[in-house]
């Protein structure tokens, strides 16, 4: 191919003039023969089975070249980094300028043990924060209510008040780090909290950098921590994003997240589709509010899943940034460059780990992080070997952490940029999966957008369906799973596991309990009336929370006032 | 009855064992997420069910499993056999057994040996 350089030289041409007709000709030629050679038994082994797929159970052919990608026209679906569509990399020096941030989520027991945590993450060379937290603060609960009996931070830390919030971050140069903090239905109220915490340290709220979850749509879809109903959840959320545009500029007000999709069990190619389509839905409910798309949607960041596939994964990377770029651009007339920018923070694949032979989950990890950085990712969490089992040890996460920085320091991969660009399978595959998400999300705008899709359970049904096939697969052998159902080994590995103390439990919501015994009861009466008021009529919510935590609402005081609002929503329980 | 008690969202596998469940001939219903002991004891009557599933991936079966069986016994309804799914620690096994929890089933349980076990140890109540 770069015997005809001229035409890869940036100037518009088609792929097909990448190659003169001659050459054209020869290859057609060429692909024949190879075919015939293939079918030959006497020469050629017949192949091992008889599909091959993704793992999302996509074909893939035998063999990719030139053909494949003959309508590809260079400067239109590639360009240069840091050029739109942006398919290889949203930065014009990519890694070379700065490497990813190594984000990783760490999260467990109490404020005091997470900043424990964060401490040794920063001084092992993580660059950015990321935090996890229990599943009653999810939900918005306090430690001391009934449904929070059993689960005080067993599966990430508890967050009850603002003093939880300053002692989660001591230490910590909150000025200068970037936090994301994963949190969904009172996103508001944990937002609202660091704002206040880092005004109380004397830091201008202007000056944080960070993100929040924040995104509730793929919520109803697949993580499923809810609130309220859709419709007032997505208020709440264009209250975040008004507020952010105008007091906090420089904090991604939400994380558009497929990652939490894909562990639900959906395909790579509905990852992407129903990610961009809650990204469309947010994007025009922000403009509904009369908010202009090039404020506000340089702050919306991604979050995507790196599952097994290798090569599919780089090609979703690759596609998202390109269809997202195409929607900002062509669909809501954005003229920003910055809001044209998918940027995107990846995870590893939780579901990808198995709990038998637990030290091959190092392994794949190790592939997966290889795929998100191939595919240009801004920010990365690689899980730890343990995580099928439990929160990671302290050895664990470290290992986690070494992978990245292996990949970055040692195996020479983010020395070029887009390295994969160019590979016929490669384009051909990101080009195939634009058009499959594309074709979703004509689907989802013929229903009227994505709220009312999630309303007729299209997502969650579509989803159930992928995980059912999936799980069928590896029952079936269809689909290798090493040390699950092959290779399988008798003797038990053993791997130590973090405990959560119970005592825990009893602590906090003494902790709590104090908190809420000093503090002025009538002060705090007035700050959540207005909180309430807020959400009844038509104020944005933020002020009134930040007023509230800074009087000691506790999150779950806030969040009654939502529910009481707002109502509750209740699992449909779609199977 | 697959169910799932308390805050934990993990649904991926419930749905699937429900759907499993149900491709194997099972008469199933799905109490969807976030349900506390008491609502789940409560459903399980009503609907008169020989067995209870519950799916766990949070951490918080060793406070959420036994209450459901102390529950089940305290309304007369203990021969609902009750099993459990999900990631526990190892150590954790035995007591939930001893809890009153039939059998447990971890990551990597095929989905027909978990419908097996049903068909196998699970009849109709009020005939033994």
Known sequence: MRGTGDHWSGKGYTMSLTFNRDIFGDIAEGNERWEETCRDSFSCKPERRKRFTTVSDKDIKGLYSPEDIKDQNF??????????????????????????????????????????????????????????????????????????????????VAINTLRDMEDLFAGLPINSITTSMTINPPAAVIWGMYIAMAEKRGIDRGLLGGTIQNDMLKEFTAQKTFMCPPEPSLRIITDTVEFGTREVPKWNTISISGYHIREAGSTAVQELAFTLADGIAYTQAAIERGLQVDDFAPRFSFFFNSHLDFFEEIAKFRAARRMWAKIMKERFKAKNPR?????????????????????????????????????????????????????????AATIALRTQQIIAEESGVANTIDPLGGSYFLEALTNQMEEEAFEIIRKIDDMGGMLSAIEKNYPQQEIADAAYRYQRYIDEKERTVVGVNKYVTEEDIPVEILEIDEELERLQIAKTQRIKNDRDSGKLRECLDKVAEACSGDQNVMEPIIEAVKADATLQEVCDVFRNVFGEYRDPGIY | MVAKPGLDGHDRGARIIARAYRDAGFEV???????????????????????????????????LFPRVVTLLREKGAEDIVVCGGGIFPDADIPKLKAEGVKAIFTPGSSLEEITRWAEENVHPRGIS
């Open chain 2, 29 to 63: 219903v799905y109490t969807g997420l976030h349900q506390t002991p008491e609502e789940i004891v409560e459903a399980a009557i009503q609907e008169d069910v020989d067995m209870l599933g519950l799916s766990s991936l949070a951490g918080a079966h060793m406070y």
């Open chain 1, 339 to 395: 809001s044209w920018w998918l940027r995107f923070h990846t995870q590893t694949a939780g579901c990808s780990l198995t709990a038998q032979q637990p030290y091959n989950n190092v392994v794949r990890t190790a592939l997966q992080a290889l795929a998100a950085v191939l595919g240009g990712t801004q920010s990365l969490h690689t899980n730890s070997l343990d995580e099928v089992l439990a929160i990671p040890t302290e050895e």
């Open chain 1, 75 to 156: 400067m239109k679906d590639l360009a240069f980094p840091g050029q739109y569509p942006f398919t290889r990399g949203v930065q014009p020096s990519m890694y070379r300028g700065r490497l990813w941030t190594m984000r990783m989520f760490a999260g467990l027991g109490s404020a005091v043990d997470t900043n424990r945590r964060f401490h040794l993450l920063v001084k092992e060379g993580q660059t950015g924060l990321s935090t996890a937290f229990d599943m009653p603060t999810l939900m918005g609960y306090d430690s001391d209510s009934p449904k929070a009996r059993g689960e005080c931070g067993k599966c990430g």
